[in-house]
């Protein structure tokens, strides 16, 4: 028999999408298969819409919204019974073959506990276009095992400091073992946003990956994605934060550590900005400088926290 796969989706206010998601997973073509939806306290008509696939999936509604997808996709693991589990948005789309594409490669390679694959956003105005394209340049320069024609292994190691500088994975890309989650744990629901980042490091540190360079799910570029929101700039920083002083030291090569600086220095500056606008003069400049210790000769930096000391 084959293996069981359980896909989990977390949902929140996505009564516009979340049907056409679980429609295009369970025309997946991999059976077994076990779908999990954890509607997490949504004030749409989310619930009504779940009602629709009843008998097609498993469904649970969580008390109180989390502020973010860490915890319902804790809970919906927690919950899953398959051998490998796909994380999935609830706003994306599987394109047709997609857990069998993965999970055929995860069962030639039992010593890889995870694969990602290419995808496409798309847009509402039909656009689409490709992720892993130019704008990508240290993911497309990393070194690549090829296993087969678009089958890649990415050492763990050069995958992990890749990462700091290109953030090259999609959530919704990603078949595991469920095994994985009890070796690194799973997503952190101190994040609102960046769970999905950290927890990949946490992978990367430890393990090779798989890469599939085909296009296998499509994702849903909209006003309401969670990384668009400003608390998703706070979460972002955090995960920095912690890399740098969980590596400070000699762990991360000379490449890795000013591509983690370049983060953070980022994120910085844009926190000075968002509280610059703010009018929390204060806080800007504090940020502002931090900004300029990791980065100081951008000019950039200077000017803003000048513009934060002047009277508006």
């Known amino acids: 028999m084959q293996p069981l796969v ?73 919950e899953a019974l398959g051998e490998y ?29 995870l694969v990602f694959s290419d995808f496409e956003n798309f847009y509402g105005d039909g656009r689409r276009e490709r992720f892993l394209g130019e704008d990508h340049q240290p993911f497309r320069r990393m070194k690549k095992l090829t296993l087969a024609p678009g089958e890649y292994r990415l050492r763990g190691r050069e995958s992990f400091e890749t990462l700091i500088a290109d953030n090259y994975v999609g959530t919704s890309g990603i078949v595991m073992r469920r095994s994985l989650v009890k070796a690194v744990g799973g997503f952190d629901e101190a994040l609102c946003n960046s769970d999905d980042r950290d927890f990949l490091f946490r992978v990367m540190r430890r393990f090779d990956v798989g890469y599939l360079e085909e296009v296998l799910h499509l994702r849903r570029i909209h006003s309401g994605n969670i990384s668009s929101r400003p608390a998703a700039l706070q979460a972002r920083q955090v995960v920095y934060e912690r890399l740098r002083t969980l590596h400070n030291g000699s762990s991360l090569s000379r490449v890795a550590r000013s591509h983690l600086d370049g983060r953070l220095a980022e994120l910085y500056f844009c926190r000075g900005y968002t509280e610059r606008l703010s009018g929390r003069r204060a806080r800007a400049l504090k940020y502002y400088l931090k900004s300029w210790f990791l980065r100081k000769s951008d000019v950039r930096i200077v000017k803003s926290a000048i513009r934060a000391l002047l009277p508006y």
Do not use: C
């Open 85 to 113: 589990v796909s994380v999935f948005d609830s706003d994306d789309l599987m394109l047709p073959g997609k857990l069998a594409r993965q999970v055929d490669f995860l069962e030639r390679h039992p010593d890889i506990p």
């Open 6 to 78: 359980s896909v989990i989706i977390s949902s929140y206010n996505h009564a516009s999408y979340v049907a056409a998601t679980i429609e295009s997973v369970l025309a997946q073509n991999w059976r077994p298969l076990e779908v999990i939806v954890i509607d997490d306290a949504s004030t749409d008509d989310t619930l009504r819409i779940l009602t629709r696939f009843n008998g097609a999936l498993r469904t649970r509604r969580l008390d109180s919204n989390s502020g973010g997808p860490a915890r319902p996709r804790n809970a919906a693991i927690a």
